[in-house]
């Protein structure tokens, strides 16, 4: 029997892991809370489309002293008519956040969470209004969602615009050099990321139409598999935190 054993409950401990996917890059290892009426996926679990369609709650787990936030959301991995290459999508990009004094108590699936929301008490129009998920039969069927909080409290108006450029394009968003352009490298507070994944076949690896752009989420498509949360959070955790016994 082996002498190192996973110590599960550890994955809510402040480790220094990546909130962010493997390789994503601005990577940070603060959570981010993305609240979808009670369910909280979190660090690369899988969820079906459904649980996402409506626009979730965000929260930080310690409160923030900025006076101004921007969330973004982005798919990684959306189809390209030269499979396997892939190209991203930007799904939310909502600016003038602010942060919460107090905590809101969050019932989730996973258990409840305690956190600062960030709160769009100036009524601001988003720059990208939130869309969700909505991966299509082609290749690849799983996309992985992230969805990074920056501090936003002193962006320039130069910093805005540049912001505002690169959303208008929703394809081939590059967080790490939009990022940078608009002069908020190095300002990404918390992160978090999962995963949807179309339940069906590929049907035609390079057909054009097929919903990679859909804004209003159809009826049909993802998502019979309901929430693997907490198993697969658990999973993440696997190989990464041992200790010894
Ligand atoms: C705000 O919080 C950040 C992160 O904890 C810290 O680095 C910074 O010094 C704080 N700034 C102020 C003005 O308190
Ligand atoms: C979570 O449940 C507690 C206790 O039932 C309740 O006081 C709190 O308002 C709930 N939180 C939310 C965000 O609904
Ligand atoms: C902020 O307010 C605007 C205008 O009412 C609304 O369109 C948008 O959805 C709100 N964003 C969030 C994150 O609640
Ligand atoms: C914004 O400016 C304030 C005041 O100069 C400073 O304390 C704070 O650290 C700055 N925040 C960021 C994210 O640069
Ligand atoms: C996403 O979940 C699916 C299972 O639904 C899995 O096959 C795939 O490897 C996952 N992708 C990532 C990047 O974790
Ligand atoms: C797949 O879609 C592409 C682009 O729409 C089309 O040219 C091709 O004929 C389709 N292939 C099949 C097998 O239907």
Redesign the pocket.
Known sequence: MSKYLPLLALTSAPLALARTPPGFIPSTSNDLIVEYTGFYPSNGVVVSREITIPQPRIATTTPLNGTSYSILMIDLDIPTNNPPETNTLLHWLQTSLTPSTQSTTFNTTSGSVRGFQLLNTTQTTPVVGYFGPNPPARIPLSHRYVQILVDTSNITEQGEAALREAAATLRGFNAESVLEEAGLEGNVVAGNWYNVTNPGSVV?A???TAGTMTVTPTATGAGTGGIRGSLMGAVVGLGVVMVVI
Do not use: I, L
């Open positions: 035609n390079t057909a054009t």
